[in-house]
């Protein structure tokens, strides 16, 4: 059980706009920068967002991320079939992580 | 490209040891940090150990502490984990990963495709 708290499941249909939720506390992600990584099925975790909000190249401008308090999110917009992951939050220097989000695209 | 391959993993009865091992190329491998994430069959992603460029500095989970070791040869670009006193909620597949740094924050950029440890009787 993680100390960031993320919903087991999300979903979309083409086109829409999701977002997913990374909830923690002030002693992690209250003192600390998120990064967010996609997992597609069968694959390696990928880097998707770095200190917050930022982009690596590569990545798509539909994916962004914010931060706010103890609690960050990241948002998908112009949902894709390809979208169709898991998405982990982490935080202090990616030694906690998040139990992960299911995304469905339907 | 980065590149990291990782090797070792098999299974292993409760108690046993295991060594891990990285194969890293596409990058200056002894500028930068690395670390082991895992994640049991059907989990989530867990971090595991990291390692300072030089080696200098470790830091581990506390679930592996005492148990594992990890080093680096950045003669030979390798990245290794070394478990000792294996038990069964071990098993998952270890990732190897880079780390990169953004201001006075830490994140993961590469990751290998990961290799598999079974601790099983």
């Known amino acids: 059980q993680s100390v960031l708290t993320q919903p087991p499941s999300a979903s979309g249909t083409p086109g829409q706009r999701v977002t997913i939720s990374c909830s923690g506390s002030s002693s992690n992600i209250g003192s600390n920068t998120v990064n967010w990584y996609q997992q597609l099925p069968g694959a390696a975790p990928k880097l998707l967002i770095y200190?917050?909000?930022q982009r690596p190249s590569g990545v798509p401008d539909r994916f962004s991320a914010s931060k706010s308090g103890s609690s960050a999110s990241l948002a998908i917009s112009g949902l894709q079939s390809e979208d169709e992951a898991d998405y982990y939050c982490?935080?202090?220097?990616?030694?906690?992580f998040g139990g992960g989000t299911k995304l469905t695209v339907l | 490209e980065v590149q990291l391959l990782e090797s070792g993993g098999g299974l292993i009865q409760p108690g046993g040891s295991l060594r891990l091992s990285c194969a890293a190329s596409g990058f200056t491998f002894s500028s930068y940090a690395m670390s082991w994430v895992r994640q049991a069959p059907g989990k989530g992603l867990e971090w595991v150990s990291a390692i300072n460029d030089r080696g200098g500095d470790t830091y581990y989970t506390d679930s592996v502490k005492g148990r594992f070791t990890i080093s680096r040869d950045n003669s030979k670009n390798t990245l290794s984990l070394q478990m000792d006193s294996l038990r069964a909620d071990d098993t998952a597949v270890y990732y190897c990963a880079k780390r990169s740094q953004y201001s006075s924050t830490w994140y993961t950029d590469s990751w290998g495709q990961g290799t598999l440890v079974t601790v099983s009787s």
């Open positions: 200190s917050n909000n």
């Open positions: 982490a935080t202090w220097d990616d030694t906690v």
